[in-house]
T-cell receptor
Framework: GAVVSQHPSRVICKSGTSVKIECRSLDFQATTMFWYRQFPKQSLMLMATSNEGSKATYEQGVEKDKFLINHASLTLSTLTVTSAHPEDSSFYIC??????????FGEGSWLTVV | GDSVTQMEGPVTLSEEAFLTINCTYTATGYPPLFWYVQYPGEGLQLLLKATKADDKGSNKGFEATYRKETTSFHLEKGSVQVSDSAVYFCALSRDDKIIFGKGTRLHILP
């Protein structure tokens, strides 16, 4: 089946720094990519929807200046957590969608801000 | 708005036991329902789905029936294996977005 690769799987960064997470669709072109976040014991929450070549659409309550999403090509979307703080520590997961292929998820990325 | 509620884990069972993970939903209309599974170190995978009321989804010995009367989509398996240890997410879709439950961690003991 279709594969979505997410990198890094685990990252530790210092408070105040920025960290980038990549999401790649390996064998299909994704017109839309989604970014989710999961707090401990909570649901996976949709953060934003990104379409190739256009600005991401953020869900209510998600700070667009803090969580920068770039969808530069049909196979790559990046999430950059800027000026990270310990409360940004979470599990982030992406998914890629294209008509006829359905939705496929990456492996997820554990971010720890110390 | 739409939401999904599933039983909290972790759920620990012995091998060959019967499994039920409860899931109920709140939604307008009858959106497609899904169960996703995440094995350790891997991405979320679609386990099964039901696209309309009264449908039954099945895969790898797992089953779930879309019951509109009880707004439920419980996941069942007659005889679990150690390899079924994973986190299971119930979800519904609205347009091209997916709304997840919190996930239920399942441990199967040999």
């Amino acid at each position: 089946g279709a594969v979505v690769s997410q990198h890094p799987s685990r990252v530790i960064c210092k408070s105040g720094t920025s960290v980038k997470i990549e999401c790649r669709s390996l064998d299909f072109q994704a017109t839309t990519m989604f970014w989710y976040r999961q707090f401990p014991k909570q649901s996976l929450m949709l953060m934003a929807t990104s379409n190739e070549g256009s600005k991401a659409t953020y869900e209510q309550g998600v700070e667009k200046d803090k969580f920068l999403i770039n969808h530069a090509s049909l196979t790559l979307s990046t999430l950059t957590v800027t000026s990270a703080h310990p409360e940004d520590s979470s599990f982030y997961i992406c998914s890629a969608y294209t008509l006829g292929q359905g939705i496929y998820f990456g492996e997820g990325s554990w971010l720890t801000v110390v | 708005g739409d939401s999904v509620t599933q039983m909290e884990g972790p759920v620990t069972l012995s091998e060959e036991a019967f499994l039920t993970i409860n899931c109920t939903y709140t939604a307008t209309g009858y959106p497609p329902l899904f169960w996703y599974v995440q094995y350790p170190g891997e991405g979320l995978q679609l386990l099964l789905k039901a696209t309309k009321a009264d449908d039954k989804g099945s895969n790898k010995g797992f089953e779930a029936t879309y019951r509109k009367e009880t707004t439920s989509f419980h996941l069942e398996k007659g005889s679990v294996q150690v390899s079924d240890s994973a986190v299971y997410f119930c979800a519904l879709s609205r347009d091209d977005k997916i709304i997840f439950g919190k996930g239920t961690r399942l441990h199967i003991l040999p």
